[in-house]
Each structure stands twice: as structure tokens, then as C-alpha cells.
């Protein structure tokens, strides 16, 4: 079993930045590719970018490429999302999740990963 737990979420203004943060443990991570999920009330739960299990490949939706960036410390069983220039619209719960798959596919479906958090809730206002 893997508990994820998310951290950094808060209230800021457009332009601002904030780091989110994703705390792993019961089991290592270093094999495996992990992702950040948004959701918002009424929608389906959306990609928004994903990471290798070494860090080495990312990729990101098209409406955060460019301002967000992905990164991890396996030492530290941490994954990162670096969020710079927010906009209102990226008003959501975010979330982490981990795909416990040897594969190089970088997937962006929420369902092809098996674990993920309880989610730390972003709101940017105008």
C-alpha cells in the first residue's frame, strides 16, 4: 500500500505561485511514474502533467505548459508541482498520484493510476 498526502494549497492572486507538495510512503517510488490531477465541482478529475520514475521525462497539459512544472526527490519519496503565473481557472483540488506500473508510458488518465491523495484544494482570484 502507498499513502499519498498533498500539501501547499491555498488562496493567492492571479500571477502569484505556489508549490505544491506530495508526501509518499509504504512503499518506494523510485521505479515508478507519478502525476497531479485537478478537479473542480461538476467536472471530471483532469490531467494536468506527469513525471517519469526518474525524473527524467515530463509532460504537462496544454493549459499549464509553461507555468507549471513537475519535478520529484526519490531520496525524499516526494513529488513537486511548481505552479507560477496562476490563473483563476486554475481553481481547483489538486492531486497526486502514483502508477505502481513498470512502464515508460507517461500516462494522463487518473484511472490507469492506482493510487493517489485526498487532495489539497488551489484557489486563485482575480
Known amino acids: 500500500q502507498v499513502q499519498l498526502v498533498e500539501s501547499g494549497g491555498g488562496l493567492v492572486q492571479a500571477g502569484d505561485s505556489l508549490r505544491l507538495s506530495c508526501a509518499a510512503s509504504?512503499?518506494?517510488?523510485?521505479?515508478?511514474?507519478m502525476g497531479w490531477f485537478r478537479q473542480t465541482p461538476g467536472k471530471e478529475r483532469e490531467f494536468v502533467a506527469v513525471?517519469?520514475?526518474?525524473?527524467?521525462?515530463?509532460d504537462y497539459a496544454d493549459a499549464v505548459k509553461g507555468r507549471f512544472t513537475i519535478s520529484r526527490d526519490n531520496t525524499k519519496s516526494m513529488l513537486y508541482l511548481h505552479m507560477n503565473s496562476l490563473k483563476p481557472e486554475d481553481t481547483a483540488v489538486y492531486y497526486c498520484?502514483?502508477?505502481?506500473?513498470?512502464?515508460?508510458?507517461?500516462?494522463?488518465?487518473?484511472?490507469?493510476?492506482?493510487?493517489g491523495g485526498q487532495g489539497t484544494q488551489v484557489t486563485v482570484t482575480s
Open positions: 498520484a502514483l502508477r505502481p506500473k513498470f512502464s515508460e508510458e507517461l500516462a494522463k488518465v487518473w484511472n490507469e493510476y492506482e493510487y
Open positions: 509504504g512503499r518506494p517510488i523510485n521505479r515508478y511514474s
Open positions: 513525471i517519469s520514475w526518474d525524473g527524467g521525462r515530463t
